[in-house]
């Protein structure tokens, strides 16, 4: 498994962040069951650079927590069934995506939401993993989902509200 992990801004977090986003890229495959070794590059950045790739990709004129760009078009999320070009040629590693995270945002919803910073980045790299697996949130339903997905990802590894 490759978890490429990049700080690009000089927003200090004061936590052991590659400990936490290890973890919950670990958790959230086996949680999916996903039959292959995978490759994610998580971007932790600030508010302005988010803007700028919310901007760029989504079209939204404002900075966010989290983003993500999966790499894979399911057939109906975590179907690994039917995956051809996935896979990085060097590796063999099935290649899901990449996840930009705020770490401004990570701050200030830990305290917005009355919980640690460590819990917050979790969430969001959680979330982000749930997308990169093919789910969404757009219907009441997807997003009940997602969140159950996502809340047992982090009560699996000890990380909880």
Do not use: W
Request: negative net charge.
């Amino acid at each position: 498994m490759t978890i490429n992990i990049e700080y690009e801004t000089d927003k200090k977090l004061d936590l052991d962040y590659e400990k936490i986003i290890n973890e919950v890229v670990n958790e959230a495959a086996a949680y999916e069951k996903c039959p292959y070794e995978i490759e994610v590059n998580v971007t932790l950045t600030d508010n302005e650079a988010i803007h700028q790739i919310n901007k760029e990709f989504r079209e939204v004129d404002a900075p966010t927590d989290v983003l993500s760009f999966p790499m894979i078009n399911y057939e109906a999320p975590s179907d690994f069934e039917s995956l051809e070009d996935e896979f990085n040629p060097d590796t063999g590693e099935l290649m899901l995506g990449d996840i930009v995270v705020s770490v401004e945002k990570v701050a200030e919803q830990a305290e917005k939401y009355g919980h640690s910073e460590v819990r917050e980045l979790a969430f969001l790299v959680a979330h982000s993993m749930m997308h990169l697996f093919g789910y969404d949130h757009m219907t009441e339903e997807e997003s009940k989902v997602m969140e159950a997905k996502q809340r047992e990802v982090l009560d699996n590894i000890g990380i909880t509200r």
